[in-house]
């Protein structure tokens, strides 16, 4: 009976020591170096069960010794921390414009740099576009010298209605098996998939603009307009997962068809897909503009109004102030119904800086009540056209940073054991 009881009871102690090696690697991702005595105050483990988890944590190459710490008073404290290079987080985002791809080391650090591709969403089939992604995955981890051995899991952004369980309704849409599902038998690990505005607020709140704050809005403007939030100090994507379709809401006076099939939404006239549709009219036109000249032999994008405006050019600065005019209108409605703390602008558009920073806090001015606006900071991202990117390593990590519940560990536990 009792070798009966001991048997039944080793399934719980294996269990058991895996959540405390979660534990201390959890603490270990949201601190950085920590001592074994202040572990043992984080954890509430004994000494003699840190420094046998931490022993073989080093063994198994999650942890390694980073010798004396600073004294701050007394005895130099040995410091641990987790060994960046124990396994490897890929992020993709699959835009309109580029494909983004990243590699992540376990201290939110990029591999070598963001490879940024063509992207063929809007212009191939989707079998097409998945044959397209594995490539540039693959040409990668060539370009970066890292083996996929080392890659355990992966986050990608995609534009577009996702819901919570991986179930694409916009871009990449498969009826027999979902966009997660799909992408995992396509890369061969597990992987995490959200809107790229929902990603976009994860990064500001890690790593941006939106740093700890704890009621934030995050608006992306790229070829589309997005709404990411962070609401009460928690990502918020609704009762399905696709919340914030900020782009998609009506505009007073506007009779414009949108691209979704409705009339008069805020993308018909300040998203970049409209900006740019009124510069290439403009010049097919002859209108005196400098954007032609700074696209060149080049099709007209975004960037090439952005930077016409830096250069003072008038019309371009005009498109730039009335798309702004419009986002500030709707974000007027966003402050009245959420009274966020902090509201970030992100995405390419950011890159016009007071182009089209002043037009948006003009008009927040104008059609915000004062008691509500004088407690919202509006700013420019930080991070500009790479959050998105930079916010998938936080998707896959985004349980562990918010709830410590993620499974990433349990994902990535058997590559060095």
């Given at each position: ?16 020591r895996l959540q405390q090696k979660k ?309 007027a409605t966003l402050i009245h119904l ?59 990590m985004q349980d562990l940073y918010y ?15």
């Open positions: 009976m009792e070798h009966e009881l001991s048997k039944n009871a080793l399934p719980g102690l294996k269990e058991k534990d201390i690697l959890t603490f270990f991702y949201k601190q950085g170096k920590l001592s074994k005595p202040e572990i043992c105050r984080m954890t509430n483990m004994t000494a003699p069960t840190i420094n046998r988890i931490i022993g073989e944590l080093i063994e198994t190459r999650w942890v390694i010794d980073r010798g004396e710490g600073v004294s701050v008073g007394g005895k130099r404290p040995h410091l641990f921390s987790l060994n960046p290079d124990a396994a490897y987080v890929l992020g993709i985002d699959i835009g309109r414009i580029y494909l983004k791809i990243a590699v992540f080391n376990l201290h939110k650090e990029v591999i070598g740099k963001i490879q940024v591709f063509p992207s063929i969403l809007e212009t191939a089939t989707k079998e097409e576009n998945l044959i397209y992604l594995k490539e540039k995955v693959q040409e990668t981890f060539v370009n970066l010298e890292i083996p996929l051995a080392r890659v355990k899991v992966a986050g990608v952004a995609v534009p577009g209605l996702i819901d919570k369980e991986g179930n694409s309704y916009t871009y990449l849409v498969y009826e027999e098996m979902n966009l997660k599902k799909k992408l995992e038998q396509l890369l061969g690990m597990p992987v995490f998939v959200d809107n790229d505005s929902n990603v976009m607020a994860i990064a500001e709140h890690t790593f941006g603009g939106a740093k700890d704050a704890d009621n934030a809005l995050c608006i992306s403007v790229n070829e589309c307009i997005g709404l990411g939030m962070i609401l009460n100090g928690k990502p918020y994507s609704g009762a399905q997962g696709m919340a914030g379709e900020f782009g998609h809401i009506r505009m007073l006076g506007i009779d414009l068809p949108c691209y979704c099939g409705k009339i008069g939404c805020l993308e018909s006239v300040a998203s970049g897909r409209a900006i740019v549709t009124a510069a290439r009219e403009a010049v097919k036109k002859g209108l005196p503009t400098a954007i032609g000249t700074c696209a060149g032999e080049n099709e007209i994008v975004l960037g090439h109004v952005i930077t016409a405006a830096l250069q003072d050019d008038i019309f371009a600065i005009e498109l730039l102030q009335r798309a702004g005019e419009k986002i500030g209108e709707g974000i959420l009274n966020p703390r902090l509201l970030v602008i992100g995405g390419e558009i950011a890159d016009a800086g007071d182009h089209i920073i002043a037009p948006i806090l003009q008009t927040v001015n104008k059609y915000t009540l004062s008691r509500l606006r004088n407690h919202c900071e509006v700013k420019l991202s930080n991070l500009h056209e790479h959050a998105t990117i930079m916010g998938t390593l936080m998707l896959v709830d410590d519940n993620s499974d990433f560990f349990q994902l990535t536990m058997r590559f060095n054991e």
